[in-house]
């Protein structure tokens, strides 16, 4: 049986004799783009990873769709920054959507091809799509949706104005109407139309 681990990495996790023959063509090489990858792809030599790496990745492609670029960016392809990207995503904690649309460190170039206006696209991102988002970024992956279904179902849950099953433990809320699914829709309309002038 084939799973992919990340995206344009495969990993055989059963199957006998061809589970056998995957190898890694040397020891402590970095399979994958650093900025997508989980916690324990970050480490180098780990070979403890699973599905739920793909949640993590996910995420980051979540995160960078609401706020313009991934939480954990390289600067510049040398080495030390790459490095720095690993040791990020494996000991910070990512900054909230909501807070990173709002940080002075959001490009122009960036601001600009933001879904909507900063103050109302935060707005939009707070409790509900910040948990979501967070969720999938877990350093644990054991409090990551176990798998894309559970994510894509709370993504659903918010565009539908319901509860989200990502809120924080204890947390007992209600959807206000303020950033129901209208509010999430008109986001993804207002991107499509950004998208569609380019």
Same mark, same amino acid.
């Given at each position: 049986? /084939?799973?992919?681990?990340? $995206? %344009? ?6 199957? %006998?004799? $061809? ?6 063509? &040397? $020891?402590?090489?970095?399979? !994958? ?8 792809? &970050?480490?180098? %030599? !780990? *070979? ?11 995420? /980051? ?6 706020? *313009?670029?991934?939480? $954990? /960016?390289?600067? *510049?392809?040398?080495?030390? *920054? ?27 170039? @960036? ?10 696209? =935060? ?18 992956? @054991? ?8 994510? =894509? ?16 433990? %204890? ?5 206000? !109407?303020?950033?129901?699914? &209208? ?16």
């Amino acid at each position: 049986m /084939v799973k992919v681990i990340d $995206f %344009g990495v495969a990993k055989v996790l059963e199957g %006998g004799d $061809f589970a056998k023959s995957t190898v890694v063509t &040397a $020891f402590g090489s970095i399979l !994958g783009t650093p900025e997508y990858m989980s916690p324990e792809q &970050a480490t180098l %030599g !780990g *070979g403890d990873i699973d599905t739920r790496a793909d949640i993590y990745s996910l995420g /980051v492609l979540l995160y960078e769709l609401l706020t *313009g670029s991934p939480p $954990f /960016v390289a600067k *510049g392809t040398a080495k030390p *920054g790459l490095l720095e990207v690993l040791r990020a995503v494996r000991e910070d904690e990512p900054t909230r959507p909501s807070t990173k649309v709002m940080s002075a460190e959001t490009r122009p170039e @960036t601001r600009e091809a933001l879904p909507a206006p900063q103050p109302q696209l =935060a707005k939009l991102l707070r409790n509900d799509l910040d948990w979501v988002v967070m969720k999938a970024l877990e350093k644990d992956r @054991t409090r990551r949706y176990e798998t894309a279904n559970g994510l =894509a179902a709370d993504v659903r849950r918010y565009l539908a104005g319901q509860p989200v099953l990502a809120h924080p433990p %204890g947390t007992l809320y209600q959807r206000s !109407g303020s950033s129901g699914p &209208a509010g999430g829709c008109s986001v993804c309309s207002r991107s499509n139309r950004t998208r569609s002038k380019r």
